[in-house]
């Protein structure tokens, strides 16, 4: 088996948190143990960036107004007002757009933690 650690990012994702919610309540029940949780947690990073990286061919770009950013142990974090986001998807007769007030992003390298 792989040692290779992953980014804990999705954990925060409403799949993550669903996951994460569902484990608290098998932990308190006595169902699981808290080892138990936290390999599941493990192999659910490992899965969703292995995923995610295979499978999402769609990009978007977006045009906004950089309100603040930093970088801190390898991690860009940007907040950006008055966004609009267009998509650009394959298969898309379409190029739809989103506008937010606000939005953070967060983006860290690509290689995983440990990797040259």
Known sequence: ???????????RSSIGTALTDALDDLISEGRIAPQLAMKILSNFDRGITEILAEKVKANLSFKGH???YR???EVWTFLI???TFKFNGQGQGQNPSVT??????VSCNSKKPGEQ
């Not at 088996?1 to 954990?11: A, I, K, P, V």
């Not at 937010?100 to 992003?105: E, R, T, Y």
């Open 1 to 11: 088996m792989n040692n290779q650690t992953y980014y804990e990012l999705y954990r």
């Open 66 to 68: 950089l309100d603040t």
């Open 71 to 73: 970088f801190c142990d």
């Open 81 to 83: 007002k008055d966004v």
């Open 100 to 105: 937010a007030d606000k939005v953070k992003i």
